[in-house]
């Protein structure tokens, strides 16, 4: 048909969904507290002081999910293990109860002809550990390796893919130097130290990871945004690679390449000194992955912040570490987050990826959008929006595999509505509604739209 566009064979539809975000059973069998519990719990850190202490209740409601998931054709489904709640002191005894849990999940998967891939760490450190320093002390990285073995073993076999990390710059950066997640830390050098920690558990974990299992394929999540510059004048340029620096190569030069971006690197270690990188840590951190995982939302159009752009730009959370504005054009559709909406950055970062690092296996791992989402007097949720927004971000993949990229697979985020980190229960993402008072599950017109694409392999443009 001229006007639908089809995927190649193999290619893996999916959706993504995180512990914290979905789980609820914040203390339930022998469950250690992590810093997002701590971070929740502390006053004026959430919006609403929204906690995920029973978010989706998924803990108790797994099974019913699959059916959810299996209904709708999902060929692969990537969640996220609570690392407290294998390990409840970070470290030690493992907590058996917790971990049958996962057991029990990734049955229920595999039982229902769906793949499970898993990520081991969104976000949700033990408090132990960060008590001890967190991502700050060095050792937290040696702790994270033991984690990931503990998981490999018992789970490695049946699993399709382990990521060791989600999104390490919102670990290190939005964690510790804006403070806006948990831990919640306000220091660019802990935000360095923190980063650099996370990319030498990420290595430190695939050493750990092929000595227990050789049946799944190892990756790392990171979430990438190419900047635009506003105009060709040398600042714009400037501040936009200044952009590229800092959110994407300094985590993809030294996972792919081996190195930070140099200039980025004498300005951060002018700032904490050399100390952090030890001599063999950039070996260990671009150990050999099997795939990268790519988180994409938007893009920017980024300007030298001067008065020239005053009048029409809006501070973003990254400026706090450069002297930019996001000059988007306010008539630009946007999101509930006031994301703008691009799809052609997502073949734009696509293709950019597979020109600056080689032709390496690439899944979307993320992507999706929030807006108003409601039930209607008939019992149903019209999310026309949302199946635009996939619809054209769909097309922008197909066009990437076209330009070349080695594009394997995507994730829509997210299965399910669920606790937005720092806005709480604010934002909707999800294919499913989620009644919070009463945890009815709604299948929103998105995932009926879905499920019709992964049936059919393809979009329809029409």
Known sequence: MANQLVFPDGFKWGAATASYQIEGAAHADGKGLSIWDTFSHTPGKTLHGDTG????????????????????????????????????????KVNEAGLDFYRRLVDELLANDINPAVTLYHWDLPQVLEDQGGWLNRETSSHFAEYARVVGEALGDRLESI?????????SFIGYT??????????LGDGVIAAHHLLLGHGLAVESLRSTTNSCDLGITVNLSVAVPAS????????????????????????????????????YVGIVGDDFIHADDMATISADIDFLGVNYYTRNILAARDEAHEPWTRKTTLSEFGD??????????????????????????????TESYGKIPLYVTENGAAFIDYVDQSGAVHDS????????????????????????????WSLFDNFEWADGYSQRFGLVFIDYHTQERILKDSARWYKSVISANGVDLA
């Not at 699959?66 to 690392?83: E, H, K």
């Not at 590229?244 to 390449?257: A, C, V």
């Not at 619809?391 to 829509?412: E, K, P, Q, T």
């Open 385 to 412: 929006q949302r199946v635009d927004y996939l619809r054209d971000h769909f097309a922008a993949a197909h066009r990437a595999l076209a330009s070349g990229v080695d594009l394997r697979g995507y994730f829509v």
């Open 324 to 353: 930019f504005n996001d000059v988007t054009p306010h008539e630009t559709p946007r999101t509930t987050k006031d994301w703008p909406i691009d799809p052609d950055g997502l073949h734009d970062l696509l293709v950019w990826i």
């Open 53 to 92: 202490d029973v978010a989706c209740d998924h803990y108790h409601r797994f099974e019913s999910d699959v059916r959810i998931m299996a209904d709708l054709g999902l060929q692969t489904y990537r969640f996220s293990i609570s690392w407290p709640r294998v390990l409840p002191d970070g470290v030690g």
């Open 163 to 171: 990521i060791t990390l989600n999104e390490p710059w919102v670990s």
């Open 232 to 267: 060709t004048s040398e600042l714009d340029v400037k501040v936009a690679s200044r952009h590229d620096d800092q959110l994407d190569r300094w985590f993809l030069d030294p996972i792919l390449k081996g190195s930070y971006p140099e200039s980025l690197l004498e300005e």
């Open 178 to 187: 804006t403070g806006h997640h948990a831990p919640g830390k306000q220091d």
